[in-house]
């Protein structure tokens, strides 16, 4: 293992975690845009400006785009893509909370469908760290349960979200990480787009909307979804999914600094047992490296 590979091992976790960040925060802005504009039509606001963003910036990317890349970020677009408009669809007919903790299940389906397709084989541990941080999902989100169609819905999101982890690990290592990026973002915004223009599209409704829609759209979409492609190529999916559950930590940190709310006994032990779990990960990732590193 080349002294290269063992510091892009070492970086991977903690820009996934700048990822997590730039996502609670977007919660956070999203919140008053979403309520006049159509949740589908700042979707593909989002995604179509993240395209454009990533093609402006390096016009050179589409000399890059082959039939590999097309297909590969074709298919792990449509999991990407089908995971926000099930979570999307779900959260019209059940709680937020509801919605909140079963995406996050994705922490879970993440190494299941793994297992189950890859053969991948999951240590006692990384199972440890997983079942610490659905528990925490759980406390930080789980007020009530019901279970309907909405309900439904929202654990196909949970499934295409880990789907499209498993697909990143997969397929993200040899590719180009900005055009590959790219060719699933797009297939996001001809998902998005189909659904918000058949619904009738909706621009966002003033100047705040529009900086939302620049901020998820450049900050937490195209550079996030960079790292992520990029990380995937340097570190297991399962830890990439523990990782990414401090999108909820954040996203409650952010909600009391910046949206002056207050949190639960329930919600702060949550956030903690969920940081434990990432930190967990982290750490035994960068003792893994230091470990082959000094052999």
């Known amino acids: 293992m080349s002294a290269s590979h063992n510091r892009k091992m070492k970086i991977a976790p903690w820009a996934l975690l700048a990822v997590a960040a730039s996502w609670g925060y977007a919660f956070v802005v999203m919140k008053d845009v979403i309520e006049k504009q159509s ?11 993240a395209v454009l963003a990533m093609i402006a910036l390096k016009p050179s990317v589409l000399r890059n785009i082959n039939l590999e890349i097309l297909k590969k970020g074709f298919l792990a677009g449509l999991f990407l893509g089908s995971g926000y408009i099930f979570q999307t669809l779900g959260l019209k007919l059940t709680g937020a909370a509801i919605t909140g903790f079963i995406t ?51 654990l196909i999101s949970a499934i ?23 060719a699933q973002l797009a297939t996001c915004a001809l998902l998005t787009g ?23 759209a450049i900050v937490c979409t ?44 329930q919600a702060l032990v949550g956030g903690i047992l969920v940081v434990i779990a990432m930190f967990a990960i982290v750490i035994k990732n960068e003792e893994s490296v230091e470990s082959a590193h000094g052999n």
């Open 104 to 154: 996050g299940l994705y922490v879970v389906a993440t190494p299941v469908i793994a297992a189950i397709f890859l053969r991948h084989k999951i240590s006692r541990f990384t199972w440890a760290c997983v079942a610490l941080a659905t528990v925490g999902l759980a406390l930080l989100s789980l007020h009530g349960w019901s279970v309907g169609f909405g309900e439904f819905l929202v």
């Open 39 to 49: 949740v589908n039509s700042f979707l593909f606001s989002r995604f179509a400006v």
């Open 222 to 265: 195209a550079i996030a979804f960079m790292i992520q492609t990029w990380s995937q190529a340097h570190i297991t999916p399962t830890k990439v999914a523990v990782i990414l559950t401090m999108e909820v930590v954040f996203a409650a940190i952010f909600a009391v600094i910046f949206g002056r709310e207050t949190l639960t006994f």
């Open 194 to 216: 189909v659904i918000s223009f058949g619904q009738g599209y909706e621009a966002p409704a003033d100047t705040t909307g529009w900086l939302v829609v620049f901020y998820t």
């Open 160 to 182: 295409g979200f880990g789907a499209h982890i498993i697909a990143l690990s997969q397929w993200s290592s040899g590719l180009d990480s900005y055009t590959f990026t790219l």
